[in-house]
């Protein structure tokens, strides 16, 4: 058993939670956020660069995330993460740390999925972010920023029943193509 860590967090960082359910077991929902296959599709609001695969389960993977921010951060639009996993229990949960710009923050997430029973799971992500820099957190934009991301990650779970759905095409793609082959 590890040892807690316990971390300082600013009174006023920001944190953002949300819950989805989907119509797919646990097994499934667990394949579709750890399918690590170069066919893997991308969300259309970013995109996720495996730059470490960290172990068997995924502890200690670390990966560079591109996503949208407001263009007046002077990044171009494009907001980047650097996050490493750690925590993951496989086909229960998972924590990221990230370091993110163009506001220079860290965040915290948190997913876990909970079996809700006949074919359902639950998922469950908290994230706390917080900006490095003081003033942009006194003129409002670390609020702004992370309103604004936040948004986009209810987006992005929303749309994780399209996921789940790529994904049983290609499991069954893939058990057709197995077929032939014993045919053949």
Known sequence: MQPTVLRAYPADMQVHEFSVDLNAPVDEVWEMFWYRR???????????????????????????????????????????????????????????????????SRAEGHTRLEDLGDGRTRVHFQEKYWAFNPWMRRLGLEKYVHDRISRDNDSIFKALEGGLEWHRKRREREAAAELEGADG
């Open 38 to 104: 170069p066919d893997r599709p991308q969300a259309k609001l970013g995109s996720i660069e495996i730059l470490h695969p960290g172990d068997e389960n995924g502890e200690g993977l670390v990966r560079h995330c591109t996503f949208p921010v407001p263009k007046f951060l002077l990044s171009g639009g494009v907001g980047q993460s650097w996050e490493w996993l750690t925590e993951v229990k496989p086909k229960e949960s998972w924590r990221y740390d990230a370091i993110g710009k163009p506001l220079w």
